[in-house]
């Protein structure tokens, strides 16, 4: 290590010595130790791992530390998530809260927000309820299914649907489908957990109808489209239409 940033390391100041210049932040002395540690650990790391030049303006006194452990806090307690503007050009946009909830919506979970709800009580018996009752006969009417259940995640109701209609059956898919989407979710580690087996077709740029075709038999649960929204496949490539 650079004999600058060994000196920086050895200047840092004790942990006591950077709490007692935080008073005015509302947290007990357990906490607030907690949270100059983390700084200072913060700092540390980085000393090590970056230039000497770039730590040569930073400020490693007690008060200078303080000032990063009062911006660190103040990140920690802002309220999240925020407001931004959607200049995308994507309307359902998965990173930045999908669809916008209409004013009505809004209006209703601002007066419900800060009191008690029927969620999961039916007021008519007066016993315990679902939260799915009061959007399942809506949903059953709009598609005509015979019933309905609401997840908050696309990967939970694929694995529901599996579930549902495949388990201990094959689920045909193409093999330049088998992708990960947001959050780690693998569609083959979504199929095993859902108890169907996969049967891969095709190949990884090239799928024909004939291969979903000669793939199909008596153990057969369903044939999945997996919608290519986050990747794509160019070149000398074939897809299968839904």
Known sequence: ????????????????????????????????????????ERIRQEIRTGSSSRF???????????????????????????????????LVHTNLGRSPLSPKAVQHIA?????????EFDLQSGGRGSRQSHVTELLCLLTGAEDALVVNNCAA????????????????????????????????DVLRHSGAKLREVGTTNRTHLKDFVEAITGDTGLLLQVHTSNYRVEGFTAAVPL
Request: aromatic share 4%.
């Open 111 to 119: 007066a419900l927000g800060g009191k008690y709800s029927d969620l």
């Open 157 to 188: 109701a694929v694995y529901l649907m599996l579930a549902g209609l495949s388990h201990d059956k094959e689920v045909v898919i193409s093999r330049g489908e088998l992708v990960e989407i947001g959050g780690s979710f693998r569609i083959p």
């Open 56 to 90: 040569e303006e930073r400020d490693l006194s007690a008060e200078g530390v303080a000032n990063q452990v009062r911006a660190y806090y103040q990140d920690l307690t802002q309220l999240r998530p925020q407001v931004v503007i959607n200049a995308t050009g994507v």
């Open 1 to 40: 290590m650079e004999p600058k940033l060994q000196e920086q390391l050895r200047s840092l100041p004790g942990i006591d010595r950077v709490a007692d210049q935080l008073d005015e932040l509302p947290l007990d002395v357990g906490l607030k130790t907690a949270l100059v540690r983390r700084v200072v």
